[in-house]
C-alpha cells in the first residue's frame, strides 16, 4: 500500500531543492580578485593618448573602476548616475573603455558628460582579461591599499551604491 | 487598440478556462450531460481567444509598435518580416503565449477526435486540460504580459538576439512546444483513467495515438535544434548536454519509455500502474523544463531574463499540478495489479528492459542537470557537470539498449517458441558483425572498441529492423501484408540505427583544427584542401559581415566553395558566426571564422565530420515511424474490443 508514496516523497524533496535554488541569483560569480591586490595595468587614456593611466593614479584613496564601452546598452542605462556620483565628490571613478573605438568613446564622454577622473584605452580588452570582465558594464571597488573589495556586474545604481558599496567603504574607514 | 485588445482577448481566454476547467467535474458529479458538455465549448471559445491574443500580438511585431514592451525589447525597423513573427515566441512572454496556444489546439484536437472515448472520460480530460490553461494563463496575466505598453515609447527597438535570426530557430520552438504540450494530453488521460476508474486497457488504447504524435513533434523539434546549434552557434557540435537542451530531452526519453509501455498495457493489460506513473513523469519533465528555463535557476547558454517572482509562481504550478497527480496515483495504484503473467522470453520482458534501460537515462541525465543545485544547496559548493560526464553515462544505459532492440522487436507476446529467435535473426547478426567490423576499417582506416560497438550495434538495428519490411514485400501475392503499426516501428528503430551510426562515426573520426589564414592560404584537413581565396565586406538588412570565399579541392580536383561569414549586429553590437557547410551524405566539411589575427589574418577552424547528418536522419526517420504507427488503421476506427 505504502510502497507508491515514495513518487510524492522523492518530488517533495525535489520541490525543496528547487525552492532553495530560487533564492540564489544565477548572476552571481564570484570574482577570484576580492580580498586580493587589484590586476597591475597601464592603458593610454582615452581622451590623449599620450598619457597614460596605471595601476598607482588611484592608490591611497577609495576609488571605483569602472568598465565601459559605447555599444554597451547598460552603461548608457548607468551613465547619469555615475555622473551624479562623481558630482557628489563622494569616490573618484576611473574607467576602463574596453574593445570599443576611440573617436566614438570621445563622441560618448563629450556629449553624455565624463564622469570619469580619466579612463583608460582598452581596445583589444586585454585587461579586462586580466581583470576577469565577463561584459560591460562592471564596477570594482578598490580600498586605498588597491585591495578589490567588491564587484558589480551590470548597471550601477543609487540603491546598489547604497546597499553595496557604502557600507564597505564605511566599515574598512573605521577600521 | 491591437495590444489592449488582446489583453482583453487573453483575460477571456482565461474564463474560458475556468469554466473548461471546472464545469466539467460538475458535470460529472451530478451527471448531468450538458454541464460535460459545455466543458467542450469552452475549449473551442478558449482557443478562439488565445488565438486572438496571439494575432495581435504578432500585429504588433509586424507594425513594429514599440509601445508595446515586449516588442520594443524583441524587435527592430530593419528586422525582416520573418522574424518579426518568430520574435514573438523569441523570448519569455510570447514563448508562454504560443505554449498556450497550442495546449489550447490540443484540447480542441482531443475535443474533436474522441467521439468513440465515453464522454464522461472525455469530460475529464478536456477539465484536465483547462486547468492547465488556467495555470498558464494566470502565470501570463499576473507576471508576464506580453502586451505591458511602455511609456514612452522608444524610436526604435533592441533588436531580437541575432542568435534567434535564422530560420532554423524560427521554426524550432514551435515544435518543441507542441512535443512538450503534447504530453499534456497523455497526463490528462492518466488523470482522467485514475479519477473516473476506467483503469482497464481502454484507456491506453485511447491514449496512444497522441501520445505518440507529441513524441513525433518532441523528436522534429528537438533534431531541428541540434542542428540550430550545429550551424549557428559556430563551434560544430550538435549537442552540449546544456541544461536547456536536457529539458527538452528529458521529456523525450519518458516519454519514449511510455509509448512502449503503453503498447504493454493496451496489449497485454500488465505495466497499469507503471504506465500511469509515466505518463505523470513525462509531462511532470515537462513542466520542470519550462521551470528550468523561465525560472534561471540554471545558468545555461539559453539563458533568458530571470526573474524570482515569475520563478515561485512556477514553483507552485509545478507543485500543485504534480504533486496533485502524484497523491491520485498514490491512492490508486494499489488497486492495479495485474492479472496476467508473462514468460522470461517474451515481448513483455523487453519492453520492461526497454523501460528500466530508458528510465535509467532519463535519471542520469536529470541528476546531472540537477546536481549542480543540489551540491550548492548542501554545501555551498558550486560544481559543474560536462558533457564528458553526461556522454559515459549516458552510453552505460544506451549500448545494451541498442543491442536488445534488435532483438525485442522480433519477439512475441507471452511467450516466444523456442528456437525461433536465433533462427530468425542469425542473418542480421551476422550482417552487423561483418559490416560493423568493416566499415570503420575500410573508409576511415581506424579501429577501436567504442567505435567497433558503435558500428556493430548502429548496423545490428538497421538490418534487424529490416527484417520484417523486407519479409512482407517477399510475400506471396495475396497474403495479408504489414500492419501499418509493424511498418512504423521497424521504421523508428531503422532510425535508431541510422542515428547511432552516426553518432558513433562522427565522434569517433571528426578531424578538427583552428589555423591561422589569409587570402591566398591554404589549410589541409582529412585530405582536403581548403584554398581561402579572398576576404570581403558584406551587408545584411541588420548586420554588416565579413565573408571569406574558401574554395575547397580533393586532390587537386575542384568540389566546392563556401562562404563562413562573421556577422556583427547593429543594433545590439555582437558577433555572430555563420559557418560554411558543404554537406553530402557521408560527410560534412565545416568551415566557421574564429578572430581576426590583424594583417587579414583570420583565425579559420575547419572540421571534418563524417556521417553527422545521420544524426538528424536518424531523428527524421524516428519521426515518420512514428507517424505510421500514431495513424496504424486501428486508431481509426470507432470502438470495437
Known amino acids: 500500500m505504502a510502497r507508491h508514496w515514495w513518487t510524492v516523497i522523492g518530488f517533495v524533496v525535489l520541490l525543496g531543492f528547487l525552492a532553495f535554488g530560487l533564492t540564489r541569483d544565477p548572476n552571481i560569480l564570484p570574482s577570484p580578485f576580492i580580498g586580493k591586490p587589484a590586476p597591475e595595468f597601464s592603458l593610454p587614456t582615452v581622451l590623449d593618448p599620450e598619457k597614460t593611466i596605471g595601476t598607482d593614479v588611484y592608490r591611497n584613496q577609495y576609488a571605483l573602476i569602472n568598465v565601459w564601452a559605447t555599444w554597451c546598452v547598460g552603461c548608457r542605462q548607468e551613465h547619469a548616475f555615475l555622473l551624479r556620483l562623481a558630482e557628489s565628490g563622494a569616490i573618484p571613478i576611473y574607467g576602463i573603455n574596453w574593445r570599443d573605438n576611440r573617436a566614438e568613446a570621445m563622441d560618448w564622454l563629450q556629449q553624455l558628460g565624463n564622469p570619469y577622473v580619466a579612463s583608460g584605452y582598452d581596445a583589444d580588452g586585454r585587461v579586462g582579461i586580466n581583470w576577469g570582465v565577463y561584459g560591460a558594464p562592471e564596477t570594482f571597488l578598490l580600498d586605498p591599499d588597491g585591495i578589490v573589495l567588491y564587484k558589480h556586474l551590470g548597471p550601477l545604481n543609487r540603491a546598489a551604491w547604497e546597499q553595496d558599496f557604502v557600507p564597505l567603504i564605511n566599515g574598512g574607514a573605521k577600521k | ?641
Open chain 2, 1 to 641: 487598440m491591437i495590444p489592449e485588445l488582446g489583453h482583453f482577448a487573453l483575460i477571456l481566454a482565461l474564463s474560458m478556462a475556468l469554466c473548461q476547467g471546472i464545469l466539467p467535474f460538475v458535470g460529472v458529479h451530478k451527471n448531468n450531460a450538458s454541464f460535460m458538455a459545455v466543458g467542450n465549448w469552452a475549449a473551442v471559445g478558449q482557443f478562439v481567444f488565445v488565438a486572438i491574443a496571439f494575432v495581435c500580438l504578432t500585429t504588433s511585431f509586424l507594425q513594429s509598435d514599440f509601445s508595446v514592451a515586449y516588442v520594443a525589447n524583441h524587435s527592430q525597423l530593419d528586422l525582416p518580416d520573418i522574424y518579426k513573427v518568430s520574435a514573438v515566441w523569441g523570448a519569455h512572454e510570447g514563448s508562454l503565449l504560443l505554449w498556450v496556444l497550442i495546449l489550447s489546439s490540443w484540447t480542441l484536437a482531443v475535443v474533436r477526435f474522441s467521439k468513440h472515448v465515453p464522454t464522461e472520460f472525455t469530460a475529464y480530460v478536456v477539465a484536465v486540460l483547462g486547468l492547465l490553461s488556467v495555470g498558464f494563463l494566470l502565470f501570463m496575466l499576473l507576471t508576464s504580459n506580453p502586451f505591458d505598453r511602455l511609456f514612452p515609447a522608444p524610436p526604435d527597438g533592441a533588436d531580437l538576439n541575432p542568435l534567434l535570426q535564422d530560420p532554423g530557430l524560427a521554426i524550432h520552438p514551435p515544435m518543441l512546444y507542441v512535443g512538450y504540450v503534447g504530453f499534456s494530453v497523455a497526463f490528462a488521460f492518466a488523470i482522467a483513467a485514475m479519477l473516473s476508474g476506467n483503469l482497464d486497457r481502454r484507456w491506453a488504447k485511447w491514449t496512444r495515438p497522441w501520445t505518440t504524435t507529441a513524441w513525433i513533434f518532441l523528436t522534429i523539434g528537438i533534431a531541428l535544434g541540434s542542428w540550430w546549434a550545429y550551424y549557428e552557434l559556430g563551434w560544430g557540435g550538435w549537442w552540449f548536454w546544456d541544461p536547456v537542451e536536457n529539458a527538452s530531452f528529458m521529456p523525450w526519453l519518458a516519454g519514449t519509455a511510455l509509448i512502449h509501455s503503453l503498447a504493454v498495457t493496451e496489449k497485454r493489460g500488465l505495466f497499469k500502474s507503471w504506465t500511469l506513473l509515466l505518463a505523470i513523469s513525462t509531462f511532470s519533465l515537462s513542466l520542470l523544463g519550462t521551470f528550468l528555463v523561465r525560472s534561471g535557476i540554471l545558468v545555461s547558454v539559453h539563458a533568458f531574463a530571470t526573474d524570482p517572482t515569475r520563478g515561485y509562481f512556477i514553483l507552485a504550478f509545478l507543485a500543485i499540478v504534480i504533486l496533485g497527480a502524484l497523491i491520485l496515483f498514490s491512492i490508486r495504484a494499489p488497486d492495479l495489479d495485474s492479472e496476467a503473467g508473462f514468460k522470461l522470453v517474451s515481448r513483455e520482458t523487453f519492453l520492461l528492459l526497454n523501460n528500466v534501460l530508458l528510465v535509467i537515462a532519463t535519471v542520469l541525465v536529470f541528476l546531472g542537470t540537477l546536481a549542480p543545485l543540489v551540491a550548492e544547496a548542501i554545501d555551498g559548493s558550486k560544481i559543474s557537470i560536462g558533457p564528458p560526464w553526461f556522454e559515459i553515462a549516458f552510453a552505460i544505459p544506451m549500448l545494451p539498449l541498442v543491442f536488445l532492440l534488435g532483438v525485442g522487436m522480433h519477439t512475441v507476446w507471452r511467450q516466444q517458441p523456442q528456437g525461433s529467435l536465433a533462427a530468425k535473426l542469425r542473418i542480421p547478426a551476422i550482417i552487423a558483425l561483418l559490416l560493423g567490423v568493416i566499415i570503420p576499417g575500410l573508409f576511415y582506416g581506424r579501429f577501436g572498441l567504442l567505435v567497433i560497438i558503435g558500428s556493430v550495434g548502429g548496423v545490428w538495428l538497421i538490418a534487424s529492423s529490416l527484417l520484417e519490411p523486407l519479409r512482407s514485400l517477399r510475400r506471396e501475392k495475396g497474403t495479408a501484408g504489414l500492419p501499418r503499426a509493424v511498418w512504423g516501428m521497424s521504421i523508428a528503430h531503422l532510425g535508431v540505427g541510422v542515428f547511432t551510426l552516426g553518432v558513433t562515426m562522427v565522434s569517433a573520426f571528426n578531424v578538427e583544427t583552428d589555423q591561422a589564414l589569409s587570402p591566398g592560404g591554404t589549410i589541409e584537413v582529412a585530405g582536403f584542401e581548403f584554398e581561402m581565396r579572398e576576404l570581403r565586406n558584406v551587408n545584411g538588412p541588420n548586420y554588416s559581415a565579413i565573408e571569406a570565399s574558401i574554395d575547397i579541392r580533393k586532390d587537386g580536383e575542384f568540389i566546392g566553395n563556401l562562404h563562413p561569414q562573421k556577422r556583427q549586429y547593429l543594433v545590439q553590437q555582437n558577433w555572430m558566426t555563420e559557418a560554411g557547410i558543404f554537406a553530402t551524405w557521408n560527410k560534412d566539411l565545416f568551415v566557421a571564422l574564429g578572430d581576426e589575427l590583424g594583417n587579414n589574418t583570420w583565425s579559420v577552424r575547419v572540421q571534418y565530420k563524417p556521417l553527422i547528418r545521420w544524426i538528424w536522419l536518424g531523428a527524421l526517420i524516428m519521426a515518420l515511424g512514428g507517424l505510421l504507427a500514431a495513424t496504424d488503421r486501428r486508431y481509426r476506427t470507432r470502438e470495437t474490443s
